[in-house]
């Protein structure tokens, strides 16, 4: 997801008012509560407008979907009774609901809550950019491109307790996707109270999960998870709170730890690096990777494919993760990260297996330049303007690869943008950059996961990446292939060989999170693929 662009927003005017609006917060003070940190403001809680990172982990921690993993990873059953298994050739799926679950109104949850969720989120007004992660289900393409009206959608209520979802063709992964967010329920009654103002702050919502979320208005950045006492298991939640703060800068971060003011402090960049020894260290590997987007639109810089490849071979990723990031991370020289998934024909992790034959020469990577920018008539300086967010880490990769890319790469000349993450997000969605700062966490355990925001249509692929090989891959291995696990394998390969020869995206680094944890902190389920769940965690 760019649930899933790297933020670090700054949480209070200054760093010695943010430690003072802390004190009494210590992690030892009681048992009841944790203090955890957010990497940027928490800007909406309506899923069917808005994606980010921020805004799924609350939602993990607070609201439920059919579905979600255990400790194991494995899907089990959340708001739905079990897992349903498909029927009518894989696409099928009748799932029963707890008629116990209840929202945070006290108003149970019922299957309606998904149909009109659900309708809203595929609609092509929806603002979350992920209309797209409904496609398989029967009319969501049509509905999303507005060819067909939302309640055509493939879902419908069978009774009040049960739900009915019908595929256009079998998803190998579908109960992978109803653990995400994006599938999670909205209380009808909520809806039809606060319209349009729904999710905008604490008291605009209904919660389904362990928690509620209280003491945000909407700009706020700190808020609390107060606990639900209309949780159909409420008996398994031992914490009564869990609070958030919003911080910038790693050291921050590790000075609120070590004055017992945070549970879980995400450390990056330098304080990172001299913490690597630290006993409270944990490191989390994430199915996650950073990359740079271009912009292929027409009259942008970068529309010759290789000057993008030039682009690629000219950064040394063993520096940037070893001397920049200094905080486990790992090098990235494939869109789709690596540790997500292996190909079950072959037994080889499926990033390992299309590694491209190149990955850092500056000679190779000057060639290239020179003639990319020939065959694309420019002289003189080439302007690239490199958008962000202003986080620290964000603009100090910025730095790096203003650095390597002027040095490397004859008349480059590049701009470095490092604003606050929505400003940032604005400037992406409107176009106006030539390379942008980001990343794609797995929402599930498939390539699909990240290839499907490189297609033509995503509302996501804000590089306006067009391949007519890529999409004909992508297409066949969600229909013709969809049955056939050899064929759909090789669809997937040959989609990341041709993101390897065409290079839309820029791939840097994988994601690995230093944590500094507090040793008393038990319970929680650190996922590679998706957000972490706290709503189990207790302290002792």
Known sequence: MNKKTPCFLVACTSWALLLAGCQGQKQTADHKSITLMQTSELLSMDTSNHA????WNVLENSMEGLYKMDRHHQVVPAAAAKVAQPTNNGTTYT???RKKARWSNGDPVTANDFVQAWRRS????AKSGYNYIFAGIKNATAISAGQKKPDTLGVKAVDRFTLQVQLEHPLPYFSQLLVMPAFFPESQQALAKFGSRYG???KRLYSNGPFVLTKWDGTSDRWTLKKNPYYYAAHQIKLQKIN???IKDPNTAHEL?????LDDALITGVTAKELQKDPHLLHEHRAGNYYLRVNLASGQPLTNQKMRQALSLAVNRKTLTKQVLADGSKPATTYTAHDLVTDPQTGKDFASANQPQKSYNPTEARKLWQEGCQEAHLSGKVQLQVVGNDDNITRKVAEFLQGTFQKNLPQAQVQLKNIPEKNSSELTKKGQFALGETMWLA???DPMSFMGILTSDNPQNYGHYHDESFDHEYQAALTASANDKTAYWQHLHQMQQRLNQTMPVIPLYQMVESHLVNPQLHGVLRHPVGEDDYTRAYLK
């Open 52 to 55: 980010d990172f921020t805004t």
């Open 95 to 97: 799932i029963p609901l």
């Open 122 to 125: 595929a609609a092509p007004q």
């Open 200 to 202: 905008t702050n604490s």
């Open 244 to 246: 958030y703060l919003v």
């Open 257 to 261: 730890f070590s004055q017992q003011k």
């Open 443 to 445: 929402d599930f355990a």
